[in-house]
């Protein structure tokens, strides 16, 4: 009887474990941090985008994206991305006051339907030089 318990419950945390690694792939970055190299702080602000590809079955949305700094501005498309499709987030960098290296974290927070609020980081550094 307790073997027939340690089992059942066994299957339920394994198969609760693959149901939530499942719904963290359905957003897949080409990449996660962004180098700018070396940016002069008088040229004005630098962008990058991130792409994504929404690999669920069911489509995702971007509810925010959020950064460590008013220098840096996150931008995204509020509407749903399609299974399969790609969506991107763009990043603007406002060099103008900074110094030396920076490093700066941009929180985005999606869902899909029918799962959790989900959040992954994303990360722009680089090195600011005087003009």
Same mark, same amino acid.
């Given at each position: 009887?307790?073997? $027939?318990?340690?089992?059942?419950?066994?299957?339920?945390?394994? %198969?609760? /474990?693959? #149901? %939530? @690694?499942?719904? =963290?792939?359905?957003?897949?970055?080409?990449?996660?941090?962004?180098?700018?190299?070396?940016?002069? %702080?008088?040229?004005?602000? /630098?962008?990058?985008?991130?792409?994504?590809? =929404? !690999?669920?079955?069911?489509?995702?949305?971007?509810?925010? #994206?959020?950064? %460590?700094?008013?220098? !840096?501005? &996150?931008?995204? !498309? &509020?509407?749903?991305?399609? &299974?399969?499709?790609?969506?991107?987030?763009? /990043?603007?960098?406002?060099? #103008?006051?900074?110094?030396?290296? *920076?490093?700066?974290? *941009?929180?985005? $927070?999606?869902?899909? @339907?029918?799962?959790? !609020? $989900? =959040? *992954?980081?994303?990360?722009?550094?680089? =090195? /600011?030089?005087?003009?």
């Amino acid at each position: 009887m307790i073997k $027939r318990i340690f089992f059942t419950l066994s299957v339920l945390l394994l %198969s609760a /474990v693959i #149901a %939530s @690694a499942a719904d =963290n792939k359905t957003i897949q970055f080409e990449e996660t941090t962004y180098d700018f190299g070396t940016v002069k %702080s008088d040229n004005g602000p /630098v962008k990058h985008e991130y792409e994504f590809v =929404n !690999t669920g079955d069911v489509p995702l949305t971007i509810l925010s #994206a959020s950064a %460590s700094c008013g220098c !840096t501005r &996150p931008k995204y !498309t &509020p509407e749903p991305v399609k &299974p399969g499709k790609k969506g991107k987030i763009t /990043v603007n960098f406002l060099p #103008a006051g900074q110094r030396g290296y *920076i490093s700066k974290d *941009i929180k985005v $927070r999606y869902k899909s @339907a029918g799962s959790k !609020t $989900r =959040n *992954i980081t994303l990360k722009i550094t680089g =090195n /600011v030089v005087p003009e």
